[in-house]
């Protein structure tokens, strides 16, 4: 086998159709940009941006929009050999429209299923898996089958992972997708309490097989049932991670570690233009430092800088920030 990957993320891939008016609801937004999307897609890009060797484990459509992502991976430097086409469903898309600095409404065109819901265990390479430095997995892939049982194969695949190998959950809820078959492709679905019901016994099975949780409030909630984010933190590594990381939006960012330390970080201000892609960017970032076995607090601040940097601006994989701009952002503050 090749040297293992720094990176291999596995879950959400499609394209962004984002409007280049901000302020103006859907129905008037006359001209838009297409970005290369999906959450797991851009915390691979994320590393990319920062140095790492990183790959991506979806599906998208035999389409032209297929064809697409693959070119815009691997223009990022994102490996694309574990992205294949499913015949039958096409390439999502997700709409948004801008309000700054707080309003973001997604839209998701993902019926009659998404093809990264398409993930089949016996599809997956479990070496280059166990041999990830890094391996990152999403709420979402746990939300339907065969993605649920490929995600939880893959993470049971990391048991042989080489010592010091980070298994990450990104907690990532998108309540919409665990309605069934229809609110798990597209818009309405179940309430967010019978949602998060529906949820929670597959989070708890990750989280036994993952070393770091990372999510909002809302997403730990989903795991824990908890919503203070000190409590939060202590449930998620009661249930078997070694780091959890709970961001709080306007209140910074809270990272515990097993051992005992715990880091407290304040947001980066930023003028908003489009807050989607920060928590990719702060993934992407979280990983190269853990990768570089930063303690937790410059980490946080390196997280949260790579994060406001997205945040100000328009796309998200491609706003995606370089080493040398976060240190330079973080300098400046």
């Known amino acids: 086998m090749t040297e293992p990957y720094d990176l291999i993320t596995m879950g959400r891939i499609g394209v962004d159709l984002y409007p280049l008016q901000t302020g103006v609801p859907l129905a008037q937004v006359e001209t838009f940009g297409k970005f290369l999307g999906g959450s797991a897609t851009n915390v691979a890009v994320a590393a990319a941006r920062l140095g790492r060797r990183s790959a991506v484990i979806s599906r998208t459509g035999r389409d032209p929009f297929g064809d697409y992502l693959h070119q815009a991976l ?33 839209y998701f065109y993902r019926r009659p299923k998404a093809p990264d819901l398409v993930i089949h265990p016996e599809e997956l390479d479990r070496e280059a898996i166990a041999a990830a430095r890094i391996f990152w997995i999403t709420g979402t892939g746990l939300c339907e089958e065969p993605s649920r049982g490929a995600t939880l194969a893959a993470l049971e ?75 939060c933190a202590r449930a998620l590594l009661d249930m078997g991670v070694e780091l959890a990381v709970v961001k709080q939006g306007p209140k910074g960012v809270l990272a515990v570690h097993r051992d005992g330390r715990t880091a407290e970080v304040p947001p980066t201000p930023v003028e908003v233009v489009n807050g989607l892609g920060a928590g990719d960017a702060f993934g992407g970032a979280l990983c190269h430092g853990l990768l570089a076995g930063w303690d937790l607090e410059p980490m946080m601040r390196y997280a949260n800088a790579a994060g406001a940097l997205v945040a100000g601006r328009l796309a998200c994989s491609s706003a995606m920030p370089g080493p040398g701009e976060v240190d330079a952002f973080l300098a400046g503050r």
């Open 74 to 106: 691997r223009d990022f430097g994102v490996d694309d050999r574990w992205v294949t086409a499913v015949d039958d469903h096409p390439t999502p898309v997700t709409f948004c429209e801008i309000f700054p600095p707080d309003d973001f409404p997604l």
């Open 157 to 231: 695949a990391r048991a042989g992972s080489p010592a010091g190998g980070a298994t990450v959950f990104d907690l990532d809820w998108r309540p919409m997708f665990w309605g069934g078959e229809g609110g798990a492709s597209g818009d309405g679905g179940a309430s967010g309490a019978a949602a998060m019901a529906a949820a929670r016994p597959y989070y708890e099975a990750a989280l036994r097989h993952a070393t770091v949780a990372v999510g909002n409030v809302d997403e730990a909630e989903v795991a824990t049932g908890l919503r203070e984010p000190g409590d």
